[in-house]
């Protein structure tokens, strides 16, 4: 016992040297588009991810992956959302071994099938069969590259930093592949069934047929939702490339599915428009910044925290005294905290459309200051307020 304990404590040490890696170019979450991940739990009947060596039998030799470097349950790679396995304790099962298995997809109409598969030993082929409404039926081939392999390992999509043997660590990484196989959205899916794999491909020279098994750890559906002409955006990034010969276009990296019943041809003219919404929102802040520098720029905190919270803000120079609203206030604002205002001082508005314009103000009875506003000349983001009176009085 105590020598398993060290063992554990041992593997616990070396995980924080190494870290899973997922495709860069498709790692951006960007929501998991229309995409419905399938419940495969009730189909599971191996165990792939280990704890220490000996935890797992993948491939029957007692490898497996380091279950210390999972991914999320709830997964979201190139833009298609995955319900990803977790280690499970007492020798669980966390993928599904391919034997023609039926999977248990609502009907109706789809794009196409993604998957988060690998092989063992060789490269599995097989095929995804898919059965509609209309009694015909379609099969897709199914090409996974082992989960790991020397001395060239394949890329893979999710790579884990090493492989657990049935006695210790080998430092060859492990994988895990994405495919895709598409259906006809045309028509109404009534059932589908994963491949039956028992032979592949060896990666040696002539590419000879190898034992080897296909094992799935998630599976997600495009569904076709669409009528007509419809095209619906799976995934979408931005890109350190510019196309050539321009001032630096930015290139953007999109996986546009047609979601209707009708083929999208070149006369129907799809154009895709990149909204820049980020840029846009740091010029639009910039551009704000820069109107009313006055009351940031060379300024110091006034001494008194605004009763009015978050929302108002104060600063002041050896000139003047600023107060912003971060939101826009309704025909008058009333500012119930001590600010250096006295009967006579003229309240001015810094920047934006009515910028220098005098804002009618008095002191009430509670010391309050009072600001009559335009609510329909209101600024967009926020106002700022200025009291010119040649620096803040004692």
């Known amino acids: 016992m105590r020598q398993r304990l060290v063992a554990l404590l041992g593997l616990a040490s070396l995980a924080t040297g190494f870290e899973l890696v997922i495709n860069p170019k498709k790692a951006q979450d960007s929501g998991g588009g229309n995409t419905m991940a399938v419940d495969i ?12 060596p000996g935890d797992a039998d993948f491939d029957g030799s007692n490898f497996a992956y380091p279950a210390q470097f999972l991914p999320n349950e709830h997964l979201v790679y190139n833009g298609v959302n995955y319900n990803f396995p977790q280690y499970q304790p007492g020798k669980g099962s966390d993928n599904v071994l391919a034997q023609g298995q039926m999977l248990d997809v609502p009907k109706g109409r789809y794009i196409g099938v993604h998957m988060l598969a690998a092989a063992e030993g060789a490269i599995a082929t097989g095929f995804v069969n898919a059965t509609y409404e209309d009694g015909s039926t379609s099969s897709g081939q199914v090409l996974v590259d082992p989960f790991w392999a020397w001395p060239y390992p394949y890329g893979g999509d999710i790579i884990f930093p090493y492989l657990m043997t ?12 994405q495919t895709v196989n598409w259906l006809d959205s045309t028509k109404e899916l009534t059932s589908l069934q994963l491949p039956n794999v028992t032979v592949g491909t060896g990666n040696g020279r002539g590419g000879a047929s ?6 799935i750890f998630a599976v997600s559906m495009i569904p076709a939702k669409g009528h007509g002409l419809a095209l619906d955006v799976q995934y979408a ?47 639009t802040a910039g551009q704000w910044i820069k109107t009313h520098a006055e009351a940031i720029f060379n ?3 006034w001494y008194i925290t605004p009763e009015e919270g ?11 005294f600023y107060m912003s609203t971060l939101s826009a ?14 009967s006579g001082d003229k309240v001015t508005i810094e920047g934006g459309k009515m910028a220098g314009h005098v804002v009618p103000s008095k002191q009430l009875g509670d010391g309050s200051l009072q600001l009559s506003i335009s609510e329909e000349n209101a600024d967009e ?7 010119d009176f040649g620096g803040p009085r004692a």
Do not use: C
């Open 210 to 215: 190898e034992q080897t098994r296909l094992h």
């Open 310 to 320: 978050k929302a108002v803000r104060f600063t002041q120079t050896a000139d003047a």
């Open 166 to 177: 049935d006695t210790a660590i080998n430092y060859n990484r492990t994988m895990i592949f």
């Open 41 to 52: 739990s009730k189909l599971r009947n191996n165990r792939g991810f280990g704890m220490s």
């Open 381 to 387: 983001y926020a106002w700022v307020f200025k009291i």
């Open 237 to 283: 990034r931005s890109t350190n490339m510019w196309f050539e010969g321009t001032n630096k276009t930015q290139i953007v990296e999109a996986t546009i599915n047609n979601v209707g019943t009708e083929w999208i041809l070149a006369k129907n003219g799809v154009k895709v428009i990149v909204e820049s919404v980020e840029q846009d929102n740091l010029r």
């Open 329 to 342: 206030p309704n025909a008058t604002l009333t500012l119930r905290s001590p600010v250096p205002y006295v």
């Open 299 to 301: 300024t110091t905190y």
